[in-house]
T-cell receptor, first 115, second 111 residues
Framework: GAGVSQSPSNKVTEKGKDVELRCDPI?????LYWYRQRLGQGLEFLIY????????KSGLPSDRFSAERTGESVSTLTIQRTQQEDSAVYLC?????????????FGSGTRLTVV | GENVEQHPSTLSVQEGDSAVIKCTYS??????FPWYKQELGKGPQLIID?????GEKKDQRIAVTLNKTAKHFSLHITETQPEDSAVYFC??????????FGTGTRLQVFP
């Protein structure tokens, strides 16, 4: 596609429910990154994929968070038993390669609100 | 762990004036330093980047400087325009690792 697509753009969920956030990277981009952005704050790294493998998942806040990527394309970030502190914008970025010089292209994010 | 500090958190300037945003990083192995601009409701967009073998890079009204010894890098915007108003993020990373982002600077340019 022309850009990184994330869905849904907005999600309101009740505390304790599970949510799935989807990221469609730019076609041919092998690297995919997930970041979290709390209101008024910076981008907090969660996990990245090289192909379908996740070499670095050190940023996942707890075992309630998981992510997968299939077909070197779509990635899904799953948050189980959501808590109010999970409320944030979840940003996905893709890159031609994990070599940083290629730069990231970000999607517009999914705004998650846990009530 | 790696850390990137960014200052100021907010910056207000008059149209036509210059704006400077500064960042420091902790990982001395970092060798790639991009700057992103984020407009309301959108994802961050890359505006300029610099690699560790270069001290300064310029693209029209935007310039970035890097001091590897001090582990500082800065974004300079000259002749600011209202459309420059946004949140700006610096970031640092090395080789094939992920980017670590600063906390952002909200720039407001008043006409």
């Amino acid at each position: 596609g022309a850009g990184v697509s994330q869905s849904p753009s907005n999600k309101v969920t009740e505390k304790g429910k599970d949510v799935e956030l989807r990221c469609d990277p730019i076609s041919g981009h092998t690297a995919l990154y997930w970041y979290r952005q709390r209101l008024g704050q910076g981008l907090e790294f969660l996990i990245y994929f090289q192909g379908n493998s996740a070499p670095d998942k050190s940023g996942l806040p707890s075992d309630r968070f998981s992510a997968e990527r299939t077909g070197e394309s779509v990635s899904t970030l799953t948050i189980q038993r959501t808590q109010q502190e999970d409320s944030a914008v979840y940003l996905c970025a893709s890159s031609l390669s994990v070599r940083l010089a290629y730069g990231y292209t970000f999607g517009s994010g999914t705004r998650l609100t846990v009530v | 762990g790696e850390n990137v500090e960014q200052h100021p958190s907010t910056l207000s300037v008059q149209e036509g004036d210059s704006a400077v945003i500064k960042c420091t990083y902790s990982d001395s192995a970092s060798n790639y330093f991009p700057w992103y601009k984020q407009e309301l409701g959108k994802g961050p967009q890359l505006i300029i980047d610099i690699r560790s073998n270069v001290g300064e890079k310029k693209d029209q009204r935007i310039a970035v400087t890097l001091n590897k010894t001090a582990k500082h890098f800065s974004l300079h915007i000259t002749e600011t325009q209202p459309e420059d108003s946004a949140v700006y993020f610096c970031a640092a990373g090395r080789n094939t690792d992920k980017l670590i982002f600063g906390t952002g600077t909200r720039l407001q340019v008043f006409p």
